[in-house]
């Protein structure tokens, strides 16, 4: 008897127990269940939501590999220099990068999927119905979306509050208000400031040797722009770096390249809304050219604070920092994001624009897309009840104008009027 | 219970758990919110509001065949403010760095819904004992709410109870601060109080599932 065997017999027997649900969750992450429906329509198909969860990990396993090597490669650069000429398999796909970053980036995703599917598993055990797949997207978002040197206890109290605020009060995977994974991000950088920002925590080790001889710097771009460096990030780094990733940030928000391909990916497996990326990446750009006219126009001195991150070209605030990260990945979350079509449009535009306002106002840390992105989500069932009543409103508008023609025998004139509302 | 009816004390026991003007009437929230990022503080304002409703209540339940109905929220006023001025007042001399932390939220007792609400609800319509110990019940349920909220946000936030380190020094990294444990800064901040509230609601509807509203 195969293995796929024997589960059945054990689902059978142990079903109504009390542990079935968290043996049920192995079994159909395994295979697929034999049972059948019983009444009603017989409609199947394959996009089920493990399916759609296990689409998106697909699409973030590159972010995850190319932040393995990046973490590498940001530690040892800071600590023996840029290359002069950068190689990307002599420099970047080596294997003491791939070691030093393995154990800094594992050790995250460990901790996020253990901690949160043990709540889960409690959730679905006290509540008695099956564990469900949410968490299975939002515990690979989480390690790529914090500081590589996250201390893992903290990453774990935030799952814990993410998983349980943000998710199970309010019924669990489907139900709830705000996407998990930025609620553990929220968490994290409220409760522990001095882990989530700053130009420290962004290269493994930075930390720990600050103060000392030994001691590397790990500002990120924002944080150049935000103190008015333009000058020095652009020695720095150059503009091909910001796309590629080479640059110091959250684990797997640098790339913006492979976050397009995961973003393209995403986009023809029908998973995610191609109306909520373009409508955002519209936003930032929109927001960004206000900034930049404000600064072209000569309305903001140059010593002001907020003219580093103004004058930016509009178009690169979408290469640096989480904005791809969280327009391709977070945005589209089809929970907690808009559902009508034309709520997309909003929802997803208001995102790109408020983050980017954020980034460049925000006094403490030049970075808002997480921000911008829960506060949307709180307003996403906002615009889509007026997005829908806008809709009823002007079919009732055109039931009422729509002319009236007698009715004939044969019924032709109800007929037409039917398809005129 | 020699000393008090069956009746007299669920006046006092009730607003303890299952008429709760926090978690279940969800009145008095504001303070509730701003104050109780330390635990002396909720004590204090606990206390103060302790004595503003059984002194209130007594007063309001003594006028209330004089007070004509049409001015009776004024009069109410009337006498919540002089309550929350002597107590402000008492505070300044005794607690002056306290007083400066409770700053304008002692003031705002007198818009505290709670006291208004059972100046209304109770005091106008009962006798001077019954208030009294209404008053007292209710400033007790709220009190209690308070000061949990408190010790958890202190505890957490900045590792101290009523301002004495319990968890270690986390400049000298004694204690736990010495195996990487720090402070959660959400704690201090206002938003922290009501996901707190909330909790202690979560708590308290499942244990007593009676509690939960119909939908």
């Known amino acids: 008897m195969g293995l796929k065997e024997k589960m059945h017999e054990i689902k059978l027997k142990y079903q109504g127990k009390k542990m079935a649900p968290a043996f049920n969750a192995f079994h159909t992450f395994l295979f697929t269940p034999n049972e059948t429906t019983h009444s009603g329509s ?3 198909a394959v996009d089920d939501l493990k399916r759609t969860m296990n689409t998106v990990i697909l699409a973030l396993v590159p972010c995850l590999l190319f932040g393995i090597f990046n973490a590498g490669y940001q530690h040892y650069s800071a600590i023996n220099g840029f290359p002069e000429n950068f190689s990307l398999f002599e420099h970047f796909i080596n294997w003491e990068n791939f070691i030093l970053g393995a154990t800094t980036v594992l050790p995250l995703v460990v901790v996020s999927y253990g901690v949160g599917l043990l709540v889960e598993f409690i959730f679905a055990v006290i509540k008695g119905h099956e564990v469900e797949e949410g968490y299975l997207v939002t515990g690979m978002l989480v390690p790529l979306i914090v500081p590589i040197d996250t201390p893992l206890w903290m990453l774990a109290v935030a799952v814990v509050f993410g998983v349980v605020i943000g998710k199970e009060v309010f019924g669990g995977t489907g139900m709830n208000i705000l996407n998990p994974a930025l609620t553990i991000r929220a968490f994290l950088f409220f409760a522990y400031p001095t882990w989530m920002s700053g130009d420290k925590v962004w290269v493994h080790d930075a930390v720990e040797r600050a103060g000392t001889a030994d001691a590397i710097s790990g500002e990120t771009i924002l944080g150049y722009l935000a103190q008015g460096n333009n000058t020095e990030m652009y020695a720095k780094y150059d503009l091909s770096e910001m796309f590629f990733g080479f640059i110091p ?6 790339s913006t390249l492979l976050i397009l391909l995961g973003g393209l990916f995403l986009i023809f497996t029908k998973i995610a809304s191609w109306r909520i990326m373009l409508s955002a990446v519209l936003g930032s750009l929109a927001m960004g050219l206000i900034f930049n006219m404000v ?3 000569g309305w903001i001195p140059e010593y002001s604070k907020f003219y580093g991150l103004m004058s930016f070209d509009f178009w690169q605030h979408l290469i640096v920092g989480g904005l791809a990260f969280g327009i391709v990945y977070m945005a589209t979350d089809p929970v907690t994001g808009s559902q009508t079509n034309k709520g997309k449009w909003i929802y997803g535009f208001l995102i790109g624009f408020i983050s980017v306002m954020i ?3 925000n006094p403490g840390y030049p970075e808002g897309v997480f921000l911008a992105i829960l506060l949307m989500n709180v307003f996403a069932p906002t615009i889509d009840h007026y997005v829908i009543r806008g809709n009823v409103r002007r079919r009732m508008k055109r039931m009422k104008n729509a002319t009236i023609l007698p009715d004939t025998v044969d019924g032709a ?4 009027k039917a398809e005129t509302v | 219970m020699a000393l008090l009816s069956k009746k007299d004390a669920n006046l006092i026991l009730d607003p303890l758990a299952d008429n709760n003007p926090i978690t279940i009437q969800v009145l008095g929230i504001c303070s509730a919110l701003a104050i109780t990022a330390e635990l002396k503080a909720s004590v204090v304002m606990a206390i103060s509001v302790l004595f503003v409703m059984g002194v209130g209540n007594v007063v309001i339940s003594l006028l209330r ?11 109410q006023l009337i006498v919540v403010a002089t309550l929350v001025i002597i107590v402000d007042q008492v505070l300044k001399a005794f607690a002056y760095e306290l007083s400066k932390t409770l700053s304008v ?11 208004m609400g059972r100046f209304e609800a109770f005091a106008l319509g009962n006798g001077i004992r019954r208030s009294f110990l209404d008053g007292i019940g209710n400033a007790l349920g709220y009190g209690v709410i308070l000061i949990i909220v408190g010790f958890f946000r202190e505890l957490l936030g900045s590792g101290t109870l009523f301002g004495i380190p319990v968890l270690g020094d986390p400049i000298a990294k004694t204690g736990l601060y010495s195996i990487g444990y720090e402070n959660n800064g959400f704690m201090i901040i206002p938003p922290a109080a009501l996901i707190v509230v909330g909790i202690i609601i979560w708590v308290q509807r499942s244990r007593n599932r009676a509690l939960i509203e119909e939908a």
């Open chain 1, 249 to 254: 940030g959250s684990v797997g928000e640098t």
């Open chain 2, 65 to 75: 065949n004089v007070i004509p109905s049409k001015i009776r929220i004024i009069v």
């Open chain 1, 359 to 361: 980034r460049v106002f």
């Open chain 1, 42 to 44: 017989h409609l199947r």
């Open chain 2, 105 to 115: 939220f002692v003031g705002l007792i007198i818009t505290n819904c709670i006291i």
């Open chain 1, 413 to 416: 004139g109800a007929e037409l």
């Open chain 1, 295 to 297: 600064v072209d126009f």
